[in-house]
């Protein structure tokens, strides 16, 4: 029976499994919420895997990697790395937008980490922060891109405090800005964050994380801002779950 | 048990300096014209010292906000705010620590603007509090080159000074117990070059977090045989390592230079983290602050003004990207590490391109995380761990 290896990927919203084999191949995928008090969810999803494969190794990742006793731990800037490099082996640049920070990581083709920048404090522009506002404009998280889409609107939010950028989005609504609107000027604020990163432009680009499994419009306003070609890997919400897999293989 | 025994030691030595402190007392900066007010016979107590005490006790939190109630606002130093608002609420860890009732008094303040302006708001604030007098020296700041008529300045002041304190005291500076005074401060500062120079073996004897520890003496006891005989065992136990070639991590694999403040109250969490990631902190430009060349006993007041005119923290861009690459050089380093404290705007060196010209001129990478000397606010544990384990498995390749 062939080895398996698992990658977990304990983000800020969300936890990422994700199963590979020995040619790095993506064989298996979940997600359940962190933040559930019922830990039985987790491990529930761990003995489903154990039923499945012939686990060798485990890699934990993200936030809550050290809450977990794995094999080895790795931080998701590593994981993202090799996971993107998994599939695509080249010199490139990630932007990697999680639930509560940005990170912009330069990535050689193995997968070494040869720059990177992350947020250090405020999560103004990531996905808690989109979740936050979209609940005060009343908008579905859903249903966010393809509103978005139908709108040219070049307004942003001003404020970088998510409490204050919702008292934004309530003038917005009390002057009746369309739904559309309101759709992308949230995507817009992401952008204007996202604008002041150090992004490699001469390098391919690629768009990882929760935020663009939900919000696939952003990937078009992100090209057009720094004007070049984007790339989401399949899978985008799993590639950092994945890059931990991959280690776990290389730890044996 | 401490790592080192020189840590040991150096508890009695900081309880017999807090609990035999007598007045006449003098404050004064870390960075300030200390020797002058020992040679005419003050005892010297350091403020700062005391906020690093605040910041690594992790009491800070209880007295800063007190401290804003005052009108003294959450972003400038957070020395001061700690300070001042421990003062408010009548305490000091000093009682617990020493059993001392509190803060020495003052009979004359003392501070040097050669590190920031902060010094000259948050001292005169205790000049009031005590109505005691206060002498600011204020030097040429941010300095490229240091030119003899920033010299002639920085003596003018001195002189001053002098002047003050020896209406204070009640006689004359003795020129023979200053140049005294000045050759145990070349000696002690000599002497702490060296064994922060021991770290450039490898693998180094001692990190960063055993030299914030250490350098109590070079800063509260300089110009004193206690200060030089407290460095003299110390090098002699961090040669001792070397020659048994013991480490301050296991399996050091990485050299890392430490720029800006510590986080004082993180200081051994950060150790430990570092340690698990085989990561040694070689180099700082923070224990090297009290690093002085220029002390020259037949020459007092202008070598004084020189050493402390000339040091990091007061010069230009281009003279800190050139002081920072000599001792990056010298101590092997791999990596440099940009501490951006949030409430020390002129001791966050990398504000200005400096790490972009760093990388650039050295090939060497870096990286900055955000955090505090003492206000814990601004500090993020999770992020800062994730960056720099990132930043350790970027320099192992």
Known sequence: MSDYFVGIDLGSSYTKFAVSDEDKNLVYKAVVPTLSRNKDVFKNELEKIRDKYSISKICTTGYGRNSFDSDIKKTELVCASVGVSALYPEHKCIIDIGGEDIKIIESGPKGEVLNFYMNDKCSAGTGTFITEIAEKAELEISEMSTLAKTSNTTKVINSFCTVFAKSEILGWKFNDMPIEEIARSIYLSIVTRIRKLPVKTNLAIYLCGGVIAFHPYLKALISEEFNVDITVPDDSQFIVALGASVLAKMKK | ?397
């Open chain 2, 1 to 397: 048990m401490p790592r080192l025994q020189s840590q040991t030691a150096l508890k009695n030595i900081l309880k017999t300096y807090f609990t035999e402190m007598r007045s006449p007392i003098a404050w004064c900066t870390s960075a300030g014209p200390a020797e002058i007010l020992r040679a005419l016979g003050f005892d010297v107590y350091f403020p700062e010292n005391h906020g690093a005490l605040l910041g690594a006790s992790r009491i800070a939190e209880k007295y800063i906000p007190r401290a804003h109630q005052e009108g003294f606002d959450g972003e400038i130093c957070s020395y001061l705010t700690a300070d001042i608002g421990a003062w408010l609420m009548k305490e000091t860890p000093l009682t617990k620590i020493y059993g001392l009732e509190s803060i020495p008094k003052p009979d004359l303040i003392v501070f040097n603007t050669n590190q920031c302006r902060e010094v000259a708001e948050w001292f005169s604030y205790f000049g009031r509090e005590f109505d005691c007098p206060v002498v600011g020296i204020f030097p040429p700041r941010y300095l490229e080159t240091v030119h003899k008529a920033d010299i002639d300045n920085v003596v003018a002041q001195f002189k001053n000074l002098i002047s003050i304190g020896e209406n204070v005291i009640g006689k004359k500076l003795d020129p023979e117990r200053l140049a005294e005074t000045l050759r145990l401060s070349s000696e002690g500062s000599q002497l702490w070059k060296k064994v922060l120079g021991t770290a450039s073996n490898k693998p180094a004897p001692l990190s960063f977090f055993d030299g914030c520890i250490l350098m109590a003496p070079i800063v509260v006891l300089r110009g004193t045989q206690i200060c030089v005989d407290f460095y003299k065992d110390a090098l002699s136990e961090l040669t001792q390592l070397v020659n048994n070639n013991k480490g301050a991590v296991a399996d050091e694999q990485v050299r890392i230079y430490w720029e800006g403040m510590p986080v004082w109250g993180k200081l051994r969490s950060l150790s430990e983290l570092f340690a698990q990631n085989n990561a040694s902190v070689v180099a700082s430009t923070y224990c090297n602050s009290w690093v002085f060349d220029d002390f020259d006993i037949s020459n007092p007041l202008e070598s004084m003004a020189h050493a402390y005119t000339q040091i990091f923290i007061n010069r230009g861009e281009n003279t800190k990207l050139e002081m920072m690459m000599d001792l990056i050089e010298t101590f092997s380093v791999d990596g440099v590490i940009f501490h951006n404290s949030k409430t020390c705007f002129n001791n966050a060196n990398g504000r200005f391109g400096l790490p972009g010209r760093l990388e650039k001129e050295t090939g060497i990478p870096t990286v900055s995380f955000d955090g505090d000397l003492v206000d814990l606010r601004f500090f993020s544990e999770g992020q800062t761990e994730t960056k720099l384990e990132t930043f350790f498995e970027q320099l192992k390749g």
